[in-house]
């Protein structure tokens, strides 16, 4: 007969003797019963607002005296690995150049975009940025095309929030449906 018939696991027998597994098993759930929730009551009272360095959707960006930083160099366009960015430079009228120049027509498809932020590192006039957006969710292909007019209108989080808090949060309306609207005057971490 073979020998290692007769080796048996003596460990794994003590442990079955004296319930092992299931005491760990209940000291963990008895550890969880008593510390400190982290369930997120999204989106009904509350949402994540994510760091500053989080990409999410993209915004366009004004200066200060309201003017478009896009100049429609497509640069951004052409960095894109999955090119879902259409640029169409405004045509030079005025005889400033690329300095007075706008974009015409500024289009992504969020349906293809990856969120690799390439095109925010492309962009020589910080035009571009990935915002802290991420309900992007939609029912028509229509819902993720979208236009210049739509990323130059302010995200609900500013840019100079730092983020990585929990706030208060109410369900609102827009054009596009359902938005979840954060109240960023109740912040709270989960740690
Ligand atoms: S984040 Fe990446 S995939 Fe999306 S538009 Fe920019 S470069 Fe393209
Ligand atoms: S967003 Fe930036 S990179 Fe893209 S066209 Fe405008 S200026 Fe050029």
């Known amino acids: ?4 018939h ?3 696991d003596l460990n794994g027998l003590l442990k079955k003797v004296f319930f092992v597994d299931l005491i760990q ?4 759930t008895f550890h969880y019963t008593f510390s400190k929730t982290i369930t997120m ?3 009904d009272e509350e949402t994540w607002i994510p760091y ?3 990409r999410g959707l993209h915004t366009l960006n004004k200066n200060k005296e309201g003017k478009e930083l896009c100049v429609g160099c497509e640069l951004c366009q052409k960095s894109c690995p999955t090119q879902c960015i259409t640029v169409v430079p405004m045509q030079d009228t005025t005889g400033k150049g690329i300095a007075d120049r706008v974009a015409y027509r500024w289009e992504i498809n969020l ?3 990856m969120f690799c932020g390439l095109c925010e590192d ?3 006039t910080e035009a571009l ?3 802290r957006e991420y309900e992007l969710a939609g029912t028509s292909m229509q819902r993720h095309l979208l236009t210049k007019e739509e990323l130059l209108a302010p995200q609900a989080v500013p840019a100079e929030f730092e983020g990585g808090v929990i706030v208060k949060a109410r369900l609102g309306t827009d054009e596009t449906g359902i938005k979840v609207v954060p109240d960023m005057s109740v912040q709270k971490r989960w740690w």
């Open 25 to 28: 098993g209940l000291f963990i």
């Open 111 to 113: 349906l293809r975009c």
């Open 41 to 43: 009551k999204y989106p």
């Open 6 to 8: 007769y080796n048996f």
């Open 1 to 4: 007969m073979n020998r290692n």
């Open 122 to 124: 492309a962009c020589p």
């Open 129 to 131: 940025k990935l915002g």
């Open 52 to 54: 500053k360095r989080f």
